[in-house]
């Protein structure tokens, strides 16, 4: 059952998944940049690779899992604080990046928990290994493949190009790049469009800066993922993934950068999620059809009909392929909802199926049709149905028209849980919400029937009702404006 | 009402809290060190300086809490993993302290969440501010009050005591602690025992360790809190916070260090917290009475009679001064738990309480002497009797013994509010468990009674039921086998 297939970016096919040094497997995916709350985008890579950790460990694989968090921002002061403005402002009052990084990092957090995300085994924080990227900065300037240019280094993609392929992983040619690039802002410290900065001379209105070799800067977006998934997962590791945006040019020159530190690859597979559209449309601010996960959950944003559970986004999310692009709709998000309510309702009842001499349900060749679809680079949509299968046969259990033994039935009733809980990651008890508000208003209720059953002298079912409840731990106190009651 | 007076440690008395460059407080608290689930005695320094951050901001200040995670940490390869062996073994087959920190840290921040305790704005990892730290290091070495031996680096107390006190927070002189000092491990690198390492050279099973200008190593654990403190709040900060037992050494290495590598003192304001006992004891591993957050969350502990809510916790820790020590055991928990349960029962029926013309109740002597408490070092223990003895006066209210008007009892059930659960930050839903347990028992009852009912023919009754569950979003539907409900 442990024969994972799993699409590789970088070889554009199905391999067999074998890690460099089992039963140890490292992973790493690109995190997000906390300079904002998380939005719909952001689920997909967590949920897909959390989908991803969830199967490995199941299949007793010992996962270190690095997920980082990119908290090197762009945070600017004001156009108008000068350097003698800022060197005069009290630290304070001053916006701290590390402030607002923390801030958007915890609200991260909270959606992700929501969302059953389980958390990384290690989440390192860019800002949190300057030193380390430094040596690095170092590493590829003594090789060679980077130059010092007015404060800043960059690497030399050309130099790199000509003895290796620049853009092997999203099958890019550097030559056709450079034909139809345009220059933008910031060029003329480069010898070339597409190199790009290791390290970045921090300007006056920059309030993020480290001390280095080369000034006062910080380094360059994408280096701390190179830097930081080899400090926890080893110069060579099992996994590299993240979203089909990051492909060009974050993990190319990830690629390049790496292959200059170490003198060889450091990526044995790389995985890529696609992306989701909304209404058929790219997602973006400036469309306005950015909607944040927090309005998702509560339904507060004018394209959405209803708030929809973050168990909701997570199957509906599953429920695609995550190589496939999958649209975002009120339509698509209320199917989602509805077949996951029958689900859960239907596994909730699985305890008091009866139980026949012979099963009619081959539950051997349907657990073996999930591991399947789950081999087959992660086909969760399979998986779904196949789950969605049993589902109709367990109700035509319930009616009698097919029957199940005790054996049988045990393993369904431990794999159905395996795959929905523990792989898919559904947290069932919390598909049905707002029942804590229910409680009081179901109590109000029964003490109601119960005064209505004084009134007309029926003491025998008030005081019946008044004994089941503190069975169950509700007492009831009689006073002279009406019963009162407390849970012991 | 904002005259808050604070004790502090540096004075030896009560200061009116002045901020430097007021409405920004700045706030550093040493946190945790993640080599271990948190016990009771972390639950003090968060639950005290959560109070102060939460009533700083009641009083309008804009606070930025800095509260650090210690994470380098002396973690150590078994003893015959020399240097060899570690080169050898696979990057991911090594323990990764970072993976260590990162599952108590994560297990830190959820029994914080369970006791209610805000997330502090920033909270920046010691492993994250290395160069931060070695710069620090290199100004001391310039100024003459460190020296490098063996590849460590040591601040040369002696030196400092010539021109400064060492020793002013806690009171000691340290020609007494010369005398009744004996020689500890590793001194032989130092000039003197009270020296201590600004940057310790790495032993070979040291697996934490970075570059530096000195050799591999790692950064002496009081310069975290120097560095970081500064970096985010500035050179001179209002206010440092820990507990008692930091006091010597660690905040005095602070006080030290600091001023020579500024030149001035850098805290304005240090407030220390109590310790905690165990039914009368010294709280220790070693001394086998040390308990876990989670060990009292759950009541899975040899010495623990029952489970204590996290609420019941903080209550505890809110009913003795910050300041007194706080002595643990079950009696004492067991009345935190019936005092809040009584205090919070009361507040829930205050939007039930009768409305009179005149008060008999004096509220705004009532809120002025909450304040007053409050104001006065931060005196729990007397501002929670205030809200104990309101409580005895809604409950006469109740039985028409006292009265209150409407503008009262507003002023009343806003100032309880913000006084329990902003300031002392009792979570109030929280405080009752287990409800949702309950609710599936409470309605099979109800559909209990409806089931007899019907057997009665009373079709009244019957229908009366399934409208009034209906309408609080309850579905009744009616089986062969009997009824089924659903959560609409």
Redesign the interface.
């Known amino acids: 059952m442990s024969q994972l297939y799993i699409y590789n970016t970088l070889t554009r096919k199905k391999e067999l998944f074998t890690p460099?040094?089992p039963p140890?497997?490292?992973l790493y995916v690109c995190g997000p940049t906390v300079y904002g709350h998380a939005h719909i985008g952001h689920a997909r890579p967590a949920i897909t690779f959390d989908l991803l950790f969830r199967y490995l460990r199941h299949l007793d694989y010992?996962v270190?899992y690095v997920r980082n968090i990119t908290d090197v921002g762009h945070l600017e002061n004001d156009a108008d604080s000068g350097d003698d403005k800022i060197g005069k402002k009290?630290?304070?009052?001053q916006i701290?990046p590390?402030?607002v990084a923390?801030?958007y990092a915890?609200s991260y957090h909270h959606d992700m928990e929501l969302l059953n995300v389980l958390?990384?085994?290690?989440?390192?924080?860019a800002?949190?290994?300057?030193?380390e990227q430094q040596?690095m900065v170092s590493k590829i300037l003594e090789k060679g493949f980077a130059y010092i240019s007015n404060g800043s280094v960059y690497f030399d993609v050309a130099k790199y190009n000509k003895q290796h392929h620049y853009g092997k992983l999203s099958g890019r040619i550097l030559d056709d790049l450079l034909t139809t690039t345009r220059e933008l802002d910031g060029q003329e410290e480069k010898h070339n469009p597409f190199d790009f900065a290791l390290w970045k001379k921090a300007d006056p209105e920059h309030i993020m800066r480290?001390?280095s070799p080369w000034g006062e800067g910080f380094p360059g977006w994408h280096l701390e993922c190179s830097t930081m998934s080899m400090k926890?997962?080893?110069?060579i590791?099992d996994i590299h993934g993240g979203g089909m945006d990051l492909l060009f040019p974050h993990h190319e020159c990830e690629i390049a950068q790496s292959k200059i530190a170490t003198g060889h690859d450091t990526v044995r597979y790389w995985i890529h999620n696609n992306l989701i559209t909304i209404n058929g449309q790219k997602m973006g601010k400036s469309l306005g059809n950015s909607i944040l996960l927090s309005e998702i959950f509560s339904g507060n944003h004018p394209l959405l009909e209803q708030a929809y559970h973050p168990m909701t986004i997570r199957f509906f999310i599953l429920q695609a392929h995550y190589r496939s692009t999958l649209d975002f709709s009120n339509e698509a998000l209320q199917a989602s909802e509805k077949g996951l309510n029958r689900l859960l309702?239907t596994v909730a009842q699985l305890d008091a199926l009866p139980v026949s001499e012979q099963s009619t349900i081959d539950v051997t060749s349907w657990v073996k049709n999930c591991y399947d679809a789950l081999n087959d680079d992660l086909n969760t949509p399979v998986m779904i149905a196949h789950l969605f299968d049993m589902a109709r046969l367990i109700n035509l259990v319930k009616e009698s028209r097919e029957s199940i033994n005790a054996a049988d039935l045990d393993i369904l009733k431990r794999q159905m849980h395996l795959f929905l809980e523990d792989i898919l990651g559904i947290k069932m008890?919390q598909a049905?919400s707002?029942?804590?508000e229910?409680?009081p208003?179901?109590?109000q209720?029964?003490l109601?029937?119960r005064q209505e059953a004084k009134k007309n002298r029926n003491f025998e079912?008030s005081d019946q009702?008044r004994n089941?409840?503190g069975g169950?731990?509700?007492t009831v106190k009689d006073r002279k404006e009406g019963a009162d009651w407390?849970?012991e």
Chains 1, 2 share one sequence.
């Open positions: 460099l040094n140890f497997v490292g010992k270190r009290a630290r304070l009052e701290e590390m402030e923390q801030y915890d958390k990384p085994s290690i989440e390192p924080h800002s949190g290994h300057i030193l040596e480290w001390n926890y997962l080893g110069e590791f309702k008890e049905e707002g029942e804590s229910l409680l208003k179901v109590i209720l029964v109601d029937i079912l009702i089941q409840l169950i731990g509700i407390e849970i």
